[in-house]
């Protein structure tokens, strides 16, 4: 698959375009073997030539995810107040990205497990919008878009208890957020 010259980086293609002219160029499924022999140019990425790799939702994810990260961007700057529908569509967002990880194989049995339960109680209540693994922690961590209210927390503490007893693991909870980058000025370095 050669990306015109104009394009250096795959999220750049639009999901439409990407969709109609390169998806079905790409192999489902790859071994190591085969992509060593004939693609890998990467002197620092090691690949286990006996692992299948899953090239095209490999692929896809950046793509789809790009495309998801600037959707979400505008639904939380179209409105001061977000309406139960805006947090539902971010939430989906949320999901849909989470299941983007887990087609290249990037999640675990236990964040799988943690989303599939919040997605579960997301059903019956408007507290939780949506969840998705994140690679905050190292990985093993999982984001919770939640309404701020003591409903949300105490069902964000009922399935951690269900998790809990369904992993055998302890979990920890870090609640709100901070301003990040956001209350530092910009910095430009040249090089």
Do not use: W
């Not at 250096?8 to 999901?15: A, D, F, G, M």
């Not at 983007?100 to 997605?119: A, F, K």
């Not at 984001?143 to 701020?148: F, I």
């Not at 503490?157 to 301003?179: L, M, N, P």
Request: charged share 15%; proline share 4%; aromatic share 6%.
């Amino acid at each position: 698959m050669n990306l015109p010259n104009n394009i250096p980086h795959l999220c750049q293609i639009s999901l439409s375009k990407f969709n109609n002219q390169y998806r079905m160029l790409l192999p489902e499924k790859m071994s190591g073997s085969n992509f060593i022999a004939s693609l890998h140019l990467d002197p620092l990425t090691q690949i286990d030539p006996n692992e299948i790799y899953p090239v095209r939702a490999a692929t896809s994810h950046p793509i789809e995810e790009n495309f998801r990260v600037q959707l979400f961007e505008q639904l939380l700057n179209t409105d001061q107040h977000l309406s139960i529908d805006h947090l539902s569509s971010l939430g989906e967002l949320m999901f849909q990205s989470d299941a983007g990880y887990t087609s290249c194989d990037l999640n675990s049995e236990e964040t799988h497990l943690l989303v599939n339960l919040i997605r579960q109680q997301k059903s019956s209540n408007n507290v939780l919008f949506g969840a998705k693994i994140t690679g905050g922690g190292g990985g093993g961590t999982v984001a919770v878009l939640a309404q701020n209210s003591s409903e949300a927390v105490e069902t964000i503490a009922t399935i951690v208890d269900q998790y809990e007893k369904i992993s055998g693991r302890q979990t920890r909870i870090f609640s709100g957020s901070s301003s990040g980058l956001v209350t530092y000025p910009s910095m430009t370095i040249e090089m």
